[in-house]
């Protein structure tokens, strides 16, 4: 089955920028999206379509996907973007979604 | 707004089974595949199954093993994953999600899942 790595967790002072990537075997042919979950919460769509945003998702929030890579940037971080990460595709030579391992950003 | 609520979870002995529901308001439930995604305490989204609008396509991840099953009632508005000969593993919060063409879309709150003895 399909299998997607990220990295556990990304440090960042606020107001730089977050970059977080998500790792599977020709992951640029496929599209990508990206979930957002803070503590206790369902996650929220924050990117699909490898770099489409959500209306009510700040430009901020931004995507690209190539080769064996997608990435998942966050400018001018704040407090508020501290939550677990999940890029997600859906694999259709097994008709199942998949999730990756999820990255932890942490505002330091 | 989308909306989605789920029911049905609680404490389940392992063995036993759970039959959990999901309820869409301010959209045509009917219009949309919709899936269960699940959550175990601590860990990171796992994905359970999908069934299309008409129930025409039901798909499950390989783990289940066919102990769940996936149905849908479009004139009640409704979609239901019946969980069978459960596993501490079970243990976690279930997500109905809406499925907007390979995006999971709107996601319910959840609902907790416990098997123990």
């Known amino acids: 089955s399909y299998v997607m790595t990220q990295p556990p967790s990304v440090s960042v002072a606020p107001g730089q920028t977050a970059r977080m990537t998500c790792v599977g075997n020709?992951?640029?042919?496929?599209?990508v999206n990206w979930f957002q979950q803070k503590p206790g919460q369902a996650p929220v769509l924050v990117v699909h379509?490898?770099?489409d945003r959500p209306s009510g998702i700040p430009e901020r929030f931004s995507g690209s996907n190539s080769g064996n890579t997608a990435t998942l940037t966050i400018t001018r971080v704040e407090a508020g973007d501290e939550a677990d990460y999940y890029c997600?595709?859906?694999?259709?030579?097994?008709?199942?979604?998949?999730f990756g391992t999820g990255t932890k950003v942490a505002v330091v | 707004e989308a909306q989605l609520v789920e029911s049905g979870g609680g404490l389940v002995k392992p063995g036993g089974s759970l039959r959990l529901s999901c309820a869409g308001s301010q959209f045509n439930l009917s219009d949309y595949s919709i899936n269960w995604v699940r959550q175990a305490p601590g860990k990171g989204l796992d994905w359970v199954s999908s069934?299309?609008?008409?129930?025409?396509?039901?798909y499950y991840a390989d783990s289940l093993r066919g102990r769940f099953t996936t149905s849908r009632d479009n004139a009640k508005n409704s979609v239901f994953l019946q969980m069978n000969s459960l596993r501490a593993e079970d243990t976690g919060v279930y997500y109905c999600?809406?499925?907007?063409?390979?995006?999971?879309?709107?996601w319910g709150q959840g609902t907790l899942v416990t098997v123990s003895s």
């Open positions: 020709n992951i640029g042919s496929k599209s």
């Open positions: 999600v809406r499925d907007g063409r390979t995006i999971l879309e709107y």
């Open positions: 069934i299309s609008s008409s129930s025409n396509f039901i």
């Open positions: 997600q595709v859906w694999d259709s030579t097994s008709d199942h979604y998949v």
């Open positions: 379509d490898d770099s």
